[in-house]
Nanobody, 121 residues
Framework: QVQLVESGGGLVQAGNSLRLSCTVS????????MGWFRQAPGKDRYVVAA????????YYYDSVKGRFTISRDNAKNMVYLQMNSLKPEDTGVYYC??????????????WGRGTQVTVSS
């Protein structure tokens, strides 16, 4: 059974940082592209960052470039999202996702349940 479990969300003031973690089990982790999606209230869910299986290539949504960093530890089956200089518009539920193939332009194969991030102004 595949499981993706997020942690690290919370309430922070604008300008501060948070680090999200996702623990993955039940799949061959190093062969999956991993990503973080964000969904604000009343809005669609979209990918904010993604990283290939080897960690050699990453994608970032324009509004988070230079502030967010995605990384992974294939020995621990974990993926991280370091979020710096947070803004109120970064508020939302953040979901960890895994894809055997494309993740940015196609739906992931697996989802976590999400962790809430709230950035106050």
């Amino acid at each position: 059974q595949v499981q993706l479990v997020e942690s690290g969300g919370g309430l922070v003031q604008a300008g501060n940082s948070l680090r999200l973690s996702c623990t993955v089990s039940g799949l061959t982790f190093s062969t999956y592209t991993m990503g973080w999606f964000r969904q604000a209230p009343g809005k669609d869910r979209y990918v904010v960052a993604a990283i290939t299986g080897t960690g050699g290539s990453a994608y970032y949504y324009d509004s988070v470039k230079g502030r967010f960093t995605i990384s992974r530890d294939n020995a621990k089956n974990m993926v991280y999202l370091q979020m710096n200089s947070l803004k109120p518009e970064d508020t939302g539920v953040y979901y960890c996702a895994a894809a055997a193939g494309e993740l940015v332009r196609a739906p992931p194969d697996y989802w976590g349940r999400g962790t809430q991030v709230t950035v106050s102004s």
